[in-house]
């Protein structure tokens, strides 16, 4: 499911902000930013995210920023200074220059002075990140909470029409082997030329006609998996995974009814269930 949080929390000399987005995944797979010195908060931050959430593809991107002082520091690296310092006196004896090297120079020689993010304090961040990212989450569970309210009633909806279509076919069946022995005895008739049909032989025909075409099972079978389907849209838990294995046994059952069905008005039946049920597993992807 999709969604979105951001929030900012402040610990001691350390403030974080906390961007979380979740888009559609099957499993739960995380995907954090840090900034690199808080890296070894990397393995916390994804456990606080799996505990809160079930599914979905999770980017966290956290910002760093100190509440007190520079985010940079200036660093003085010695050992260059003292060879731009030798390298200059060594050339004004060279060149008989007695102009003496200025502390200015030392400086703008470069890799000299250069800038340094602050040592963060870990203690203090992991507390911030924390707190920052269980209210980014919360932000981001309320907006998937709405998501899923309006995804519970299409589902539902998709559900009844699912059990419409098994109804049709539950009272199209019969009939479709009356047709078959009709259209049967007609044409044993035709091929007979006027002799005695033996209704025996025609009525084993029929009866083995019928244990091919008896879709009765499939049909009790469905209406289980519809029945165990339709009070999970109510759960507060996540059932996503279980929802995606039952509609997947949904279609199981209507493939099986597919390959039963001997006449055009099942048939279409039958594609109708197919696409509805194909309809409501994509939903079901979803579906924390």
Same mark, same amino acid.
């Not at 985010?71 to 731009?84: H, I, Q």
């Not at 339709?230 to 279980?242: C, D, F, K, N, S």
């Given at each position: 499911m999709t969604g979105f949080g951001a929030a900012s929390?402040?610990?001691g000399p350390e403030r974080i902000s906390?961007?979380?987005?979740?888009?559609?995944?099957?499993?739960?797979? $995380?995907?954090?930013?840090?900034?690199?010195?808080?890296?070894?908060?990397?393995?916390?931050?994804?456990?606080? $995210?799996?505990?809160?959430? /079930?599914?979905?593809?999770?980017?966290?991107s956290v910002h760093r920023a100190r509440s007190s002082g520079?985010?940079?520091?200036?660093?003085?690296?010695?050992?260059?200074?003292?060879?731009?310092?030798? /390298?200059?006196?060594?050339?004004?004896?060279?060149?008989?220059?007695?102009?003496?090297?200025?502390?200015?120079?030392?400086?703008e020689a470069d890799g000299v002075l250069r800038l340094e993010e602050a040592a963060a304090d870990l203690e /203090?961040?992991?507390?911030?990140?924390?707190?920052?990212?269980?209210?980014?989450l919360a932000a981001l569970v309320a907006m998937r909470q709405q998501e899923g309210r309006a995804l519970a009633v299409d589902l539902e909806q998709r559900l009844q029409r699912i059990q419409q279509?098994?109804?049709? $076919?539950?009272?199209?069946?019969?009939?479709?082997?009356v047709d078959y022995r009709d259209r049967l005895a007609s044409r044993v008739a035709e091929l007979a030329k006027g002799q005695p049909l033996s209704e025996d032989r025609l009525a084993q025909e029929v009866a083995l006609a019928a244990e091919r075409m008896d879709?009765?099972?499939?049909?009790?079978?469905?209406?289980?998996?519809?029945?165990?389907?339709?009070?999970?849209?109510?759960?507060?838990?996540?059932?996503?995974?279980?929802?995606?294995?039952?509609?997947?046994?949904?279609?199981?059952?209507i493939n099986t009814l597919g390959s039963k069905v001997q006449s055009a008005g099942l048939a279409a039946l039958v594609v109708e269930l197919k696409a509805e049920a194909e309809r409501f597993r994509e939903q079901v992807q979803n579906v924390e």
């Open positions: 929390a402040t610990v906390v961007e979380v987005r979740s888009v559609n995944h099957k499993f739960c797979e $995380v995907k954090p930013r840090l900034p690199r010195e808080l890296g070894a908060l990397e393995g916390a931050l994804v456990r606080q $995210v799996k505990e809160r959430l /079930a599914r979905g593809a999770v980017e966290v520079s985010a940079t520091l200036p660093k003085v690296d010695l050992e260059l200074a003292r060879e731009y310092l030798t /390298a200059y006196r060594s050339l004004g004896e060279a060149l008989s220059l007695a102009e003496p090297v200025s502390l200015r120079a030392i400086f /203090a961040a992991g507390q911030a990140v924390t707190a920052a990212l269980t209210e980014a279509l098994s109804g049709d $076919v539950r009272k199209l069946a019969p009939t479709v082997l879709v009765e099972e499939e049909l009790t079978r469905l209406d289980s998996h519809l029945a165990q389907l339709r009070p999970m849209l109510e759960q507060e838990e996540a059932v996503g995974r279980r929802m995606d294995f039952l509609i997947q046994e949904v279609h199981r059952e």
